[in-house]
């Protein structure tokens, strides 16, 4: 059964820094992996599919990448901000269904 | 930009109720998905839905679970014989096609009291 994890749980960074979310899964079988950003009480709004033929998408400030064989991917943010304090998760495609990770917790201090 | 909505927002109900959760789609997205988020854990994969027809369900899809595409436009989760534990923000998606981007709604929190 596919798992996927995020590392870390939580972070917290001051404004401007640049960061890196980690996300595993242990079953390299996938259709796409997708980031999302999860705020309080809201659903899940996607931010970069990449295809598992890709390895890697942007989009503005964010870049993704997927190292399928290895079953890694990593959410890079630049010129982080406040506006970007949000929970992140990942999600893998497989079968007909997505799995999520537990999540990353980002908090940026002005 | 076209979103997926969800009704009603929040839902309180007594255990051992049922209740029918509802969703819009994006109107042109063909692939349907109902997850659940119990609270503090992870979001869970519920049941997927194409071609009026289920296509794939989880573990947690039981006897107790079913969907429906009622016209052209809703999507309904229903839950019969509420029971504490069903207690979750309810999520619905859709997409486009197989394999593209999902679109979720905004949720509804389930109570069951």
């Known amino acids: 059964k596919q798992e996927v994890t995020q590392i870390p749980a939580a972070l917290s960074v001051p404004e401007g820094e640049n960061l890196v979310l980690n996300c595993s899964f242990t079953?390299?079988?996938?259709?796409?992996l997708q980031w999302f950003r999860q705020d309080p009480g809201k659903g899940l709004t996607s931010l970069l599919l990449?295809?598992?033929?890709?390895r890697e998408q942007t989009s503005g400030r964010l870049n993704a990448s997927l190292d399928k064989s290895s079953g890694r991917s990593t959410l890079y943010i630049a010129a982080s901000q406040p506006g970007d304090s949000a929970t992140y998760l990942c999600?893998?495609?497989?079968?007909?269904?997505?799995?999520f990770g537990t999540g990353t917790s980002l908090t940026v201090i002005p | 930009e076209p979103e997926v909505t969800q009704t009603p927002s929040h839902q309180v109900t007594q255990m051992g109720q049922e209740v029918i959760l509802r969703c819009v789609p994006i109107?042109?997205?063909?692939?349907f998905y109902w997850y659940r988020q119990i609270l503090g854990q992870k979001v869970e994969f519920l049941v997927s839905?194409?071609?009026?027809?289920?296509?794939?369900k989880s573990e947690i899809f039981d006897d107790q679970f079913s969907v429906e595409r009622p016209d052209g436009s809703n999507f309904t989760l229903k839950i019969r014989s509420t029971k504490l534990e069903d207690s979750a923000m309810y999520f619905c998606?859709?997409?486009?096609?197989?394999?593209?981007?999902?679109?979720f709604g905004d949720g509804t929190r389930l109570s069951i009291l």
């Open positions: 998606a859709s997409s486009e096609l197989f394999n593209q981007p999902q679109h």
């Open positions: 079953d390299s079988a996938i259709y796409n």
């Open positions: 990449i295809q598992s033929s890709q």
């Open positions: 999600a893998v495609f497989a079968g007909n269904q997505f799995y």
């Open positions: 109107s042109n997205h063909l692939y």
């Open positions: 839905f194409y071609n009026n027809e289920i296509s794939e």
